[in-house]
């Protein structure tokens, strides 16, 4: 991280000093709820909040919660029950929430971008040499954040 002129810093320090944050992680059984009211409380008055890869890493009646108060507002693609139901709570949010289906990766740029890099790659695996994006992933690692069913319990 440093090498990039970035610092390592506790969750509550980026909660509390944030004014957007991005929740873009895998779901496991190690993560449900990662975000709760405790984390909720941290952001800032009028922070940002979007909420992109998987609802169950968010306590999301506390998510609800907060943005039905009005002290924070949310973007919001994935939920913990799709389609999203009619009389769900957080469809009564109000202007403080956009709500979307899970498919911002699906957009037609998105593909083609995904398809040119690919091929990009491909292109210099087969001269011999390394690919730019393509990169062989740590086994431990990989293993540690690969999404885990997560039980309904």
């Known amino acids: 991280m440093r090498a990039h002129d970035c610092r390592p810093a506790p969750l509550e320090d980026v909660l509390s000093t944030c004014k957007v944050i991005f929740v873009l992680a895998s779901a496991t ?41 009005g002290r924070i507002r949310a973007a919001i693609e994935v939920f913990p029950e799709e389609p999203v139901p009619a009389d769900a709570p957080i469809r009564s949010a109000g202007e403080g929430v956009l709500l979307s289906a899970h498919r911002t990766g699906a957009m037609p740029e998105a593909l083609r971008l995904i398809g040119r890099l690919t091929v990009a790659d491909a292109e210099l695996v087969l001269r011999g040499l390394s690919p730019q994006l393509w990169r062989r992933a740590d086994p431990t690692l990989a293993s540690r954040l ?7 319990t």
């Open 146 to 152: 690969r999404s885990q069913p997560v039980s309904k």
């Open 29 to 69: 059984t190690a993560n449900q709820g990662f975000l709760g009211r405790r984390e909720l409380g941290f952001l800032p008055d009028g922070a940002v909040f979007l909420l992109m890869s998987r609802a169950a890493v968010v306590d999301f009646p506390e998510l609800v919660r907060e943005v039905h108060s």
